[in-house]
């Protein structure tokens, strides 16, 4: 599959909302968009996920472009490769920064799904016509506000109620929510703002019969987790711990949640999303899969993924309209009572909006193969 250019394109998006953590607000979204042309003049597009910030984890804006520029594109430059699978191969000698992995392998899938004429979910073996997709519900300034924000979506149809937890905004919050909303599915995601002192305050939260509870502790853990979730019925769900197969395997074994949040950022693209989805499958793990607040090009990518069989749980991957005034890609992604519509047409099956794309653009670098 041969590589005649990539793009590496910055933006800056400003979210129609600001989104509020256990680790802090988030209003502009600065990420790149990667764009790998062949010689047929197919366009492969991907998407860099980190935040500005290392506070969801240790990568940044500024780290995936150093990464991306000074180690991986020449890695692409100065190698061939048949499959995209092969992509993170080639980059293993490369430790951690798996968000930048993952930006430079998924305008790989693309463009390979793009020169083989068949969607990015049929190259990665899903079959899903359509998916079930929830919301996460960022930290309000009030309760009344959090219950109408949850009012709008469960009306909307979303399949399940995510909201953010934090010290101080978890027990008595839910209870007033679960109040309001008894039949809802809800979970809370805390972004590991709790230690293992906290064990007996998280052990309330049984009460409340969640889906599941999201990285309540460390972001590196997975021991304190397995003694937490040997203490309470409420499902974990690992997201920031889980970094590949091997951290899967591990968590499994220990027992450290029951669930498991896959982002193709996190774990350095579609190829090891797919091993840890497959291992899931075999092991009887429920998986979902989750957000990073991507544009539609990001979006479109998680989309693809959630076709694979074991995502029986709705994921975050709400409709454009939720996080952009405008989004980079036509038609945007329409969640339409928590369903979300796989295209069939080639590579991720949504076109660039040149025009947005552009707008939002800050520079371009083109790199020659
Ligand atoms: O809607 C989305 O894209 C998901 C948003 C979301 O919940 C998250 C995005 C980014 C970092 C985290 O706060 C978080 C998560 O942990 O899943
Ligand atoms: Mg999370």
Not at 92 to 96: A, L, M, Q, R, S
Not at 216 to 221: E, K, M, N, T
Not at 240 to 244: F, T, V
């Given at each position: 599959m041969s590589i005649k250019q990539l793009k590496l394109r910055k933006l800056i998006m400003n979210l129609k909302h600001p989104f509020t953590t256990s680790f802090g607000t988030i209003q502009e979204k600065e990420f790149f968009i990667t764009e790998a042309i062949d010689v047929d003049g197919n366009h492969g597009f991907g998407e860099s996920v980190a935040f500005s910030s290392p506070w969801y984890t240790e990568e940044t804006v500024a780290t995936n472009q150093h990464v991306m520029e000074d180690f991986l594109i020449p890695i692409l430059q100065t190698n061939k490769m048949n499959h995209p699978d092969e992509v993170s191969k080639l980059f293993?000698?490369?430790?951690?920064n798996n968000m930048a992995k993952a930006a430079l392998e998924g305008a790989v899938w693309d463009l390979y799904a793009k020169q083989k004429g068949i969607s990015l979910a049929e190259a990665l073996g899903g079959d899903k016509k359509q998916i079930d997709v929830g919301i996460s519900i960022g930290i309000q300034s009030s309760v009344e506000a959090l219950i109408e924000v949850i009012s709008q979506s469960v009306e909307a149809g979303y399949k399940r109620i995510k909201l953010k937890i934090k010290p101080g905004w978890d027990l008595e919050v839910l209870q007033e929510v679960r109040s309001h909303f008894p039949d809802t599915l809800i979970m809370a995601d805390a972004n590991s703002a709790y230690t293992r002192e906290d064990i007996d305050h998280l052990k309330k939260l049984d009460e409340l019969h969640l889906m599941m509870i999201e990285q309540?502790?460390?972001?590196?853990?997975i021991v304190d987790h397995a003694k937490l979730q040997a203490v309470i019925h409420t499902p974990i769900c690992l997201d920031?711990?889980?970094?590949?197969l091997e951290d899967t395997r591990k968590a499994f074994e220990l027992g450290s949640c029951k669930i498991i949040n896959i982002k193709i950022g996190r774990v350095g693209g579609l190829t090891e999303a797919k091993k840890i989805h497959d291992f899931c499958l075999e092991h009887d793990i429920p998986v979902w899969c989750g957000g990073m607040l991507e544009s539609g090009i990001g979006r479109a990518h998680n989309i693809a993924l959630t076709?694979?069989?074991?995502?029986?749980l709705p994921g975050d991957t709400a409709g454009s309209a939720n996080y952009w005034?405008?989004?980079?890609?036509?038609?945007e992604v329409i969640a339409e009572n928590g369903v979300i519509h796989v295209p069939d047409s080639p590579g991720i099956g949504y076109e660039i909006n040149k025009d947005a794309l552009d707008e939002f653009t800050e520079w371009v670098k083109v790199f020659k193969f």
């Open positions: 293993k000698p490369i430790k951690g309540p502790l460390a972001h590196d853990d920031e711990s889980i970094h590949s076709t694979l069989p074991q995502f029986i005034e405008k989004d980079i890609i036509q038609p």
